[in-house]
């Protein structure tokens, strides 16, 4: 199976900051990976899909990279409403995995 | 407007089966493919199963291989999960989605809670 991991476990910003976070997988995926943002007692929301295509209706301060097998994703300029736990997923091949997420607090 | 609208979650023991199914409505149901996600409380997110737009197609997760059936009826926009031989481990809240060969699942339902205890 194909692992994703996600190093940091929790991440403070302050706002208006820029923010990364990162997603390493184990293998060679391509561009099958998407980034999803989770908020408390929520379904997850779909942000970016292959690496780098923002999904419908979300903001352009959200963005998607890639650099071989690690992934990327980038806040401009952070907003109280992106709080939240960030995940990333892969569907290069089955079974499909997600990363283990990202935690992003306000500073 | 596309929604999702999972049921048939609660206590349950050792096991025991469970099934659960999601209504679909505010697109055609069978175009899409759908998935199962599932999350244990307080922790992350877990793929447990798959079925492409005719039903032809399923994969599942390693954890719930031989135990777990995915299942869909177009006719009734409806997509279903079957669990059997239910653990401890299987508490979670299970989500449905839908997705696209290449869009991942964009659109969730809210999530039923099934808990497996004694």
């Known amino acids: 199976d194909i692992q994703m991991t996600q190093s940091l476990a929790s991440l403070s910003a302050s706002l208006e900051e820029i923010v990364t976070i990162t997603c390493q997988a184990s293998?060679?995926?391509?561009?099958?990976l998407a980034w999803y943002q989770q908020k408390p007692g929520k379904s997850p929301q779909l942000l970016i899909h292959s690496a780098t295509s923002l999904a419908d209706g979300i903001p352009s301060r959200f963005s998607g990279s890639r650099s071989g097998t690690q992934y990327s994703l980038k806040i401009s300029r952070l907003q109280v409403e992106d709080t939240g736990i960030y995940y990333c997923l892969q569907r290069y091949s089955n079974p499909w995995t997600f990363g283990g997420g990202t935690k992003l607090e306000l500073k | 407007e596309v929604q999702l609208v999972e049921s048939g979650g609660g206590l349950v023991q050792p096991g025991r089966s469970l099934k659960l199914s999601c209504a679909a409505s505010g697109f055609t149901f069978s175009d899409y493919n759908m998935a199962w996600v599932r999350q244990a409380p307080t922790k992350g997110l877990e793929w447990v199963a798959s079925?492409?737009?005719?039903?032809?197609?399923?994969h599942y997760g390693d954890s719930v291989k031989g135990r777990f059936t995915i299942s869909r009826d177009n006719a009734k926009s409806t997509l279903y999960l079957q669990m059997d031989s239910l653990r401890s481990e299987d508490t979670a809240t299970y989500y449905c989605?839908?997705?696209?060969?290449?869009?991942?699942?964009?659109?969730w339902g809210q999530g039923v809670m099934v808990t497996v205890s004694s």
């Open positions: 293998q060679d995926i391509g561009n099958w």
């Open positions: 989605a839908r997705y696209y060969y290449d869009v991942p699942p964009n659109y």
């Open positions: 079925i492409s737009y005719g039903g032809s197609n399923t």
